[in-house]
Protein backbone atom coordinates (compact mmCIF):
# COMPACT_ATOMS: atom_id res chain seq x y z
CA UNK A 1 0.00 0.00 0.00
CA UNK A 2 0.93 4.23 -0.10
CA UNK A 3 3.84 4.98 2.04
CA UNK A 4 4.38 8.17 3.74
CA UNK A 5 7.75 8.06 5.26
CA UNK A 6 8.15 11.20 7.88
CA UNK A 7 11.80 12.52 9.34
CA UNK A 8 13.00 12.21 12.18
CA UNK A 9 11.06 10.33 14.35
CA UNK A 10 12.29 12.22 17.20
CA UNK A 11 14.28 15.51 17.23
CA UNK A 12 15.48 17.12 20.48
CA UNK A 13 16.76 20.63 20.22
CA UNK A 14 18.24 23.73 21.76
CA UNK A 15 15.40 26.95 22.35
CA UNK A 16 16.00 29.62 19.13
CA UNK A 17 16.87 26.57 17.04
CA UNK A 18 15.08 26.17 13.45
CA UNK A 19 14.02 22.26 13.00
CA UNK A 20 12.95 20.98 10.02
CA UNK A 21 11.13 18.38 9.09
CA UNK A 22 10.39 15.96 6.28
CA UNK A 23 7.24 14.31 4.67
CA UNK A 24 7.75 11.58 1.95
CA UNK A 25 5.41 9.60 -0.71
CA UNK A 26 7.58 6.99 -1.48
CA UNK A 27 5.21 4.87 -4.01
CA UNK A 28 2.98 7.67 -4.99
CA UNK A 29 2.64 11.42 -6.54
CA UNK A 30 1.56 13.29 -3.52
CA UNK A 31 -0.11 16.48 -4.90
CA UNK A 32 -1.47 17.65 -1.35
CA UNK A 33 -0.01 16.81 1.62
CA UNK A 34 -1.06 18.02 5.24
CA UNK A 35 0.37 18.87 8.64
CA UNK A 36 -1.26 18.29 11.49
CA UNK A 37 -0.48 18.67 15.36
CA UNK A 38 -1.12 16.55 17.86
CA UNK A 39 -0.88 17.78 21.49
CA UNK A 40 -0.37 15.04 24.36
CA UNK A 41 -3.54 13.25 24.37
CA UNK A 42 -5.15 15.88 22.07
CA UNK A 43 -6.70 15.16 18.64
CA UNK A 44 -4.99 16.25 15.61
CA UNK A 45 -5.08 19.79 14.68
CA UNK A 46 -4.75 20.65 10.99
CA UNK A 47 -1.49 23.60 10.42
CA UNK A 48 -2.16 23.67 6.86
CA UNK A 49 -2.53 22.13 3.61
CA UNK A 50 -0.27 22.09 1.06
CA UNK A 51 -0.29 21.72 -2.90
CA UNK A 52 3.20 21.06 -5.40
CA UNK A 53 4.34 24.11 -6.37
CA UNK A 54 2.16 26.42 -4.66
CA UNK A 55 2.05 28.14 -1.67
CA UNK A 56 0.32 26.26 1.67
CA UNK A 57 -2.96 27.60 3.15
CA UNK A 58 -2.62 27.66 6.55
CA UNK A 59 -5.25 26.94 8.85
CA UNK A 60 -6.04 30.45 11.58
CA UNK A 61 -3.87 30.84 14.04
CA UNK A 62 -0.97 29.36 12.84
CA UNK A 63 1.98 31.22 12.48
CA UNK A 64 3.33 30.92 8.63
CA UNK A 65 6.04 32.86 9.15
CA UNK A 66 6.40 29.92 12.46
CA UNK A 67 5.82 27.49 10.57
CA UNK A 68 7.15 27.22 7.01
CA UNK A 69 6.06 24.73 4.20
CA UNK A 70 7.73 24.13 1.42
CA UNK A 71 6.21 21.63 -1.07
CA UNK A 72 8.64 22.04 -4.39
CA UNK A 73 7.80 18.25 -5.75
CA UNK A 74 5.20 15.45 -6.36
CA UNK A 75 7.23 13.19 -3.75
CA UNK A 76 8.79 15.97 -0.14
CA UNK A 77 7.10 17.97 1.67
CA UNK A 78 8.68 20.05 4.45
CA UNK A 79 7.93 21.75 7.62
CA UNK A 80 10.45 23.69 9.06
CA UNK A 81 9.45 25.44 12.71
CA UNK A 82 11.68 28.91 12.94
CA UNK A 83 12.88 29.97 16.30
CA UNK A 84 11.32 26.78 18.37
CA UNK A 85 10.95 27.35 21.97
CA UNK A 86 9.62 25.13 24.02
CA UNK A 87 5.53 25.75 23.67
CA UNK A 88 6.59 24.04 20.23
CA UNK A 89 7.24 21.34 21.44
CA UNK A 90 4.50 18.69 20.35
CA UNK A 91 3.62 15.37 17.68
CA UNK A 92 3.87 16.83 14.28
CA UNK A 93 2.09 14.71 12.12
CA UNK A 94 1.94 14.32 7.95
CA UNK A 95 -0.29 12.87 5.84
CA UNK A 96 -0.40 13.02 1.85
CA UNK A 97 -2.88 12.23 -1.10
CA UNK A 98 -2.49 12.21 -4.39
CA UNK A 99 -4.97 13.81 -7.68
CA UNK A 100 -8.34 12.31 -8.27
CA UNK A 101 -11.37 11.60 -6.65
CA UNK A 102 -12.02 9.41 -4.13
CA UNK A 103 -8.18 9.72 -2.50
CA UNK A 104 -7.31 8.77 0.53
CA UNK A 105 -4.91 10.64 3.06
CA UNK A 106 -1.94 8.45 3.80
CA UNK A 107 -0.01 9.44 6.89
CA UNK A 108 3.69 9.36 8.23
CA UNK A 109 4.39 7.88 11.82
CA UNK A 110 4.70 11.39 13.29
CA UNK A 111 7.95 13.42 14.45
CA UNK A 112 7.99 14.34 18.58
CA UNK A 113 9.84 17.42 18.55
CA UNK A 114 10.88 18.61 21.97
CA UNK A 115 12.71 21.59 22.41
CA UNK A 116 14.75 22.45 25.50
CA UNK B 1 -18.87 23.48 9.50
CA UNK B 2 -18.44 19.90 10.18
CA UNK B 3 -17.35 18.54 13.56
CA UNK B 4 -17.62 15.14 15.49
CA UNK B 5 -17.76 14.07 18.77
CA UNK B 6 -16.81 11.34 20.37
CA UNK B 7 -17.87 10.26 23.35
CA UNK B 8 -15.89 8.88 26.23
CA UNK B 9 -12.07 9.94 26.15
CA UNK B 10 -11.73 6.55 27.53
CA UNK B 11 -13.08 3.10 27.51
CA UNK B 12 -11.83 0.34 29.22
CA UNK B 13 -13.29 -3.16 28.45
CA UNK B 14 -12.60 -6.89 29.45
CA UNK B 15 -10.85 -9.00 26.59
CA UNK B 16 -13.09 -10.76 24.15
CA UNK B 17 -16.00 -8.69 25.40
CA UNK B 18 -17.58 -6.19 23.00
CA UNK B 19 -16.11 -2.72 21.81
CA UNK B 20 -18.42 0.22 21.09
CA UNK B 21 -16.51 3.68 20.80
CA UNK B 22 -19.22 6.12 20.07
CA UNK B 23 -19.13 9.31 17.55
CA UNK B 24 -21.82 11.78 16.57
CA UNK B 25 -21.23 14.25 13.69
CA UNK B 26 -22.41 17.40 12.58
CA UNK B 27 -22.20 18.27 8.45
CA UNK B 28 -24.48 20.50 6.42
CA UNK B 29 -23.21 18.15 3.88
CA UNK B 30 -23.81 14.54 3.42
CA UNK B 31 -20.38 13.52 5.00
CA UNK B 32 -17.73 10.78 4.75
CA UNK B 33 -16.58 9.89 7.57
CA UNK B 34 -13.33 7.84 8.82
CA UNK B 35 -12.26 5.72 12.19
CA UNK B 36 -8.25 5.73 12.45
CA UNK B 37 -6.09 3.92 15.09
CA UNK B 38 -2.97 5.60 16.74
CA UNK B 39 -0.80 3.40 18.51
CA UNK B 40 1.41 5.22 20.67
CA UNK B 41 4.32 7.30 19.21
CA UNK B 42 3.34 6.33 15.71
CA UNK B 43 0.90 7.73 12.92
CA UNK B 44 -2.45 6.85 11.99
CA UNK B 45 -3.90 4.14 10.74
CA UNK B 46 -7.09 4.11 8.75
CA UNK B 47 -9.57 1.24 10.10
CA UNK B 48 -12.37 2.17 7.87
CA UNK B 49 -14.66 4.51 5.92
CA UNK B 50 -17.97 5.26 4.54
CA UNK B 51 -18.49 7.14 1.47
CA UNK B 52 -22.16 6.90 1.13
CA UNK B 53 -22.68 3.61 -0.08
CA UNK B 54 -23.55 0.82 2.60
CA UNK B 55 -24.21 1.79 5.65
CA UNK B 56 -22.75 -0.83 7.42
CA UNK B 57 -19.15 -0.26 6.73
CA UNK B 58 -16.29 -3.27 7.76
CA UNK B 59 -12.96 -2.44 8.22
CA UNK B 60 -9.60 -4.00 8.96
CA UNK B 61 -8.80 -5.86 12.44
CA UNK B 62 -12.48 -7.26 12.79
CA UNK B 63 -13.94 -3.59 13.48
CA UNK B 64 -16.77 -2.32 11.28
CA UNK B 65 -19.29 1.01 12.14
CA UNK B 66 -22.88 1.81 11.20
CA UNK B 67 -23.59 4.83 9.49
CA UNK B 68 -27.27 6.00 11.02
CA UNK B 69 -28.07 9.56 9.70
CA UNK B 70 -31.34 9.54 11.56
CA UNK B 71 -29.20 9.42 14.48
CA UNK B 72 -25.95 11.49 12.83
CA UNK B 73 -23.89 9.18 14.33
CA UNK B 74 -21.19 6.39 13.17
CA UNK B 75 -20.23 4.39 15.95
CA UNK B 76 -17.41 2.27 16.18
CA UNK B 77 -17.70 -1.99 17.06
CA UNK B 78 -15.66 -5.09 17.44
CA UNK B 79 -17.61 -8.27 18.81
CA UNK B 80 -14.12 -9.30 20.98
CA UNK B 81 -11.84 -7.16 22.09
CA UNK B 82 -7.87 -8.09 21.80
CA UNK B 83 -5.20 -6.91 23.76
CA UNK B 84 -3.48 -5.44 20.94
CA UNK B 85 -6.31 -2.91 19.94
CA UNK B 86 -5.80 -0.97 22.85
CA UNK B 87 -4.58 2.31 21.40
CA UNK B 88 -6.11 5.85 20.43
CA UNK B 89 -8.90 6.08 18.01
CA UNK B 90 -10.27 9.18 15.85
CA UNK B 91 -13.47 9.42 14.46
CA UNK B 92 -13.09 11.74 12.04
CA UNK B 93 -15.45 13.67 8.95
CA UNK B 94 -14.41 15.17 5.70
CA UNK B 95 -17.12 16.82 3.02
CA UNK B 96 -15.78 15.25 0.10
CA UNK B 97 -13.19 12.02 0.13
CA UNK B 98 -10.72 13.90 -2.04
CA UNK B 99 -6.81 15.10 -2.08
CA UNK B 100 -7.85 18.74 -1.46
CA UNK B 101 -10.27 18.32 1.15
CA UNK B 102 -9.91 18.71 5.05
CA UNK B 103 -10.20 15.87 7.41
CA UNK B 104 -12.03 17.01 11.43
CA UNK B 105 -10.78 14.55 13.94
CA UNK B 106 -12.72 14.38 16.88
CA UNK B 107 -11.01 14.34 20.11
CA UNK B 108 -10.30 11.00 20.40
CA UNK B 109 -10.74 7.93 22.79
CA UNK B 110 -8.12 5.82 24.44
CA UNK B 111 -9.09 2.45 24.65
CA UNK B 112 -7.81 -0.08 27.55
CA UNK B 113 -7.79 -3.96 27.42
CA UNK B 114 -8.68 -5.07 30.91
CA UNK B 115 -6.84 -9.02 30.85
Known amino acids: GAVVSQHPSRVICKSGTSVKIECRSLDFQATTMFWYRQFPKKSLMLMAT?????????EQGVEKDKFLINHASLTLSTLTVTSAHPEDSSFYICSASTRGYNQPQHFGDGTRLSIL | AQSVTQLGSHVSVSEGALVLLRCNYS??????LFWYVQYPNQGLQLLLK??????LVKGINGFEAEFKKSETSFHLTKPSAHMSDAAEYFCAVSDLYSSASKIIFGSGTRLSIRP
Open chain 2, 50 to 55: YTSAAT
Open chain 1, 50 to 58: SNEGSKATY
Open chain 2, 27 to 32: SSVPPY
